[in-house]
């Protein structure tokens, strides 16, 4: 039947998106869930652990993936204008925060990697249990919630190939404007680990 | 484009691929269906296969199997029967088949979404086989991968759990197809209370399909870190919880099994009003009852947890909720049985499947009640009594449906009739093999029988005896059962285009239904079930 | 008819709006960052959460288009989050009386 054009559907794709994102919330919801109870039994240890956070890079990253919604959101927009080389500048941005969020992620990691500190790492089991699972779900936490960037990151890539090409245009966007929705659901994630990793000491 | 589609059956090859590609590579959902329903059947015959080896082992133990072996077969054979078989079931086989075209389209949703979750199962399932035989050896953890031993044995669990997570992303991207489908393409006057029923369980498991899975998924990664990077959420000795895992992991798992029912109710509801000549009785009762069984079904979970060491009052919120679940499942069965009353029955096989779920998922959830209740579970819990339980629930329902739905869509999918009487001898060889097989485990559980263990004291051995001998009954009806089925497909007589009378869009259309099912998209204008004409 | 309405599909949301909604994000960033810092002592992680939600809310309701999706749409969202927060819920049930 090759392409079966005669579904096109963008509501049937809306939906389909939403559905995606609402398992995708359940999916997060469960590491959310072992973070409450971990930080329940263990405040204190939580407390003391959560200092040793970047609260500055922190902020940036946070700012980073702000802005980088604000952009994808605006390129649906130029691209419902029908203002195609606006969408693919706004696209591209899109992606540059992306990767800057990511090289940021990485120094971050490499930091406490350096000190000794990463999962089962002998350095870390000499700390107290809370601070064990602290830093347990905070590799965990981000480096799962890091490759849903990098994947987003990948498909707004194809986006902008799909945009410059025709492929989306004012008439058939849903492929951009899903992008758009699970971009800005990998960025609401982060508006929540954000505070739970580097504000709570 | 529908002007050329062609009205040959589906399976008559067009486009550009041949052999074995032109299934693979198909978007058409009637193939696809066929191909998770071959590749099912052969799961299931695997894990049957395996259960008949686990009864054997039992009545002489330590002579056939070891114990290390012992763990991996019945972890291989809840494995398999679990993911493979029968969650994924009635939903990708008879959903894909037939959702569509009871709803009046010409195909699902997403036809390529559907098609990669097809890939995926087989990816699944690949992963899972060759966990069998890679170092390390098969999965000896049970089905339920329990931390913290899952995290530490040698087996290779990374794998197989790697293959589980991929069928529960296959199993998310059905459901969410499914339930998309139903929101976007039923034909015009096909409303929510004009669905056939079948159409309405399968949009409750979609849900739950999409609601439950993730959770699985997230369980199924930390026991992956776990094992990989020796991150210890599950570890005691590293502040980690062991029972936070059966929580995550029973709030999928419950769920899962209402993914298992659910449709399966849903084929019971669409055999017995055709084979009665009756409407459905309470339609609208019949259908809120599948979304309140899927609802409630996902805050019960703990009761699979009540000697884990939870706390008392989780154990008491969570054998209350339990008993909530008894009340929409009594619905459906007062409903059928409703059904039935004054009705001209016509005992053709999928009814006689249908009537025998009614009664085996009776026991299966009457015994449901037994172990529901706080107090006798302590004493019945990890015992043969659950096993029992749950092969009446597991087998006795889900299993039968699937039986009954072979047996009652098998005209339709392959446009052959199969011999009536093999069918019911089978059957009721198949029903006496399986009363023998596990009800003595109901008796053997009561007694104290503990499950999964690999010998026991002299006393057992009688009960173990009639379970294995049930085994090889209940073995010898489904032989027959498929060897009919099987030689029908090949050289049956042709199949009318409505064997049964029934009254649902999909015997409105040739059998086997041509690519793109409609020539003409109908016009529905009036319930389901209307025996009246 | 059996198809639900197709909605304002064509709704453009002005470049302006978006960005008053990120420029408040920021705001709402920093307000978050300032609470942190002064001790609030055991309210602190109780208000950015707060705070974290307001930010979800924006993102939801204007970069997701909530605001003009159907009433339908929203409750189904709305309905994903009972169903994580009853699993939470329960399981604290656990957690806390254990």
Redesign the interface.
């Known amino acids: 039947m090759g392409d079966s054009e005669i579904h096109k559907d963008r509501m049937a794709a809306k939906y389909g998106i939403w559905f995606f994102l609402f398992t995708e919330i359940l999916f997060f919801g469960g590491m959310f869930l072992l973070y409450s109870i971990f930080r329940y039994r263990n405040a204190g240890a939580f407390h003391i652990a959560a200092a040793q956070e970047d609260l500055l890079l922190g902020s940036i990253n946070t700012a980073v993936l702000l802005t980088s919604s604000f952009f994808i959101a605006s390129a649906i927009s130029a691209v419902k204008r029908g203002n195609n080389r606006l969408a693919i500048l706004l696209q591209g941005l899109t992606v540059l925060l992306g990767a800057v969020f990511l090289v940021i992620k990485y120094f971050e990691w490499m930091e406490k990697i350096v000190r000794g500190i990463y999962p089962n790492s002998p350095v870390l089991l000499k700390l107290s249990s809370g601070e064990v699972l602290f830093f347990g779900l905070y590799y965990v936490m981000t480096g799962i919630h890091g490759l849903h960037v990098f994947i987003g990151i990948t498909v707004i890539s194809f986006m902008i190939y799909f945009t410059a090409t025709g492929n989306i245009t004012r008439k058939d966007y849903a492929k951009l404007e899903n992008t758009g929705l699970y971009w800005h659901f990998v960025d609401i994630v982060w508006i929540y680990l954000f505070p739970l990793f580097y504000l709570i000491t | ?2 002007d050329n589609a062609s009205r040959e059956p589906y399976y008559v090859n067009r ?1 550009k691929y041949r052999g074995i590609l032109s299934w693979l590579m ?3 959902h009637k193939r696809i269906g066929i191909q998770y329903l071959i590749a099912l059947l052969t799961f299931f015959w695997i894990g049957v296969l395996l259960g008949l080896l686990i009864r054997l082992s039992l009545i002489m133990p330590g002579k056939i199997l070891s114990q290390g072996t012992y763990n991996q077969v019945f972890s291989v054979h809840g494995i398999i029967m679990i993911f493979l078989f029968i969650i994924p079931g009635i939903p990708v086989a008879f959903g894909n088949f037939f959702l569509p075209i009871m709803i009046g389209a ?2 699902v ?5 559907n098609r990669f979750a097809w890939w995926l199962y087989l990816t699944g399932a690949a992963l899972v086989a060759l966990s069998l035989f890679v170092s390390g050896g098969a999965p000896d953890t049970g089905w339920t991968f329990y931390a913290p031993y899952s995290i530490r044995t040698q087996a290779n669990i990374t794998m197989a759990v790697s293959g589980v997570f991929v069928l529960g992303f296959s199993s ?1 991207l059905t459901g ?2 499914f ?2 489908t139903i ?10 209370f004009r669905l056939p029923m079948f159409v309405w369980t399968v949009y409750a498991t979609g849900w739950v399909q ?6 699985l ?3 199924l ?2 026991i992956i ?1 776990g094992r990989v ?5 599950f570890d005691p000795s ?4 062991p ?2 895992y059966e ?2 992991f029973w ?1 999928y798992s419950h769920p899962a099994v209402y993914i298992m029912v659910l449709p399966a109710m849903g084929v019971i509801s669409e055999v017995i009003p055709v084979f009665a000549r009756k409407t459905i009785f309470g339609y609208k009762a019949v259908a809120f009852s599948a979304v309140g069984i899927a609802s409630v079904g ?2 019960v ?2 009761h699979h947890m009540f000697t884990s ?6 154990r008491i ?2 054998s209350f909720i339990t008993f909530l679940v008894a009340v929409p499942s009594g619905i459906k069965i007062f409903n059928w049985v409703a059904t039935l009353y004054k009705g001209s029955i016509v005992l053709d096989s999928p009814l006689i499947f249908a009537l025998s779920f009614i009664f085996l998922f009776s026991i299966g959830g009457l015994t449901g009640l037994i172990i529901g209740a706080l107090a006798p579970n302590l004493h019945l819990h990890g015992t043969y009594f659950i096993v029992g339980h749950f092969h009446y629930v597991m087998f006795g329902g889900a299993g039968f449906a699937i039986l009954a739905a072979l047996h009652y869509w098998f005209p339709k999918m392959t446009g052959k009739m199969y011999n009536e009487r093999p069918a019911k001898i089978g059957w009721l060889i198949l029903f006496v093999g399986f009363n023998l097989l596990y009800f003595s485990m109901f008796v053997l559980g009561y007694e104290g029988m503990p499950r999964r263990y690999f010998d026991y004291p002299p006393e057992y051995y009688t009960g173990h005896l009639i379970s294995t001998i049930g085994s090889w009954i209940l073995a010898t009806g489904l032989i027959i059962i498929f060897t009919n089925l099987i030689r029908s497909a090949f050289k049956g007589q042709e199949a009318p285009m409505n064997p049964w009378g029934g009254r649902g869009l999909e015997w409105t259309i040739p059998s086997p239904p041509p ?2 099912n409609f020539e003409e998209i109908p016009v529905i204008d009036k319930a389901p079930y209307r025996m009246d004409g | 008819m059996g198809k639900e309405q197709t909605g304002t599909e064509e709704h453009i949301v002005s470049y302006s709006t978006y960005a008053y909604v990120w420029l408040a994000l920021l705001v709402l960033l920093g307000a978050t960052i300032a609470a942190a810092r002064i001790e609030f002592s055991r309210y602190s992680v109780l208000i950015n959460l707060l705070i974290a939600t307001v930010k979800a809310l924006l993102v939801v309701v204007f970069f997701m288009h909530m605001k003009y999706e159907k009433r339908f749409l929203r409750g189904l969202l709305i309905m994903s989050l009972l169903t994580l927060g009853s699993i939470i819920a329960l399981t604290f049930s656990d957690v806390w009386y254990r």
Do not use: C, Q
């Open positions: 484009m529908e486009g198909s978007t058409d010409r195909d949703a997403f036809p390529r979404l998310i969410l197809n339930v998309t929101h976007r393409l039923r034909a015009p006057g096909m409303t929510w999409m609601l439950a899975t993730p959770v998924a997230i369980t990664v930390f870190l990077f020796g991150v210890g959420f590293k502040g980690g919880d029972i936070l929580h995550l709030t996902y805050f979970w703990g060491g939870m706390s008392d009052t989780a919120i969570f690519e793109e």
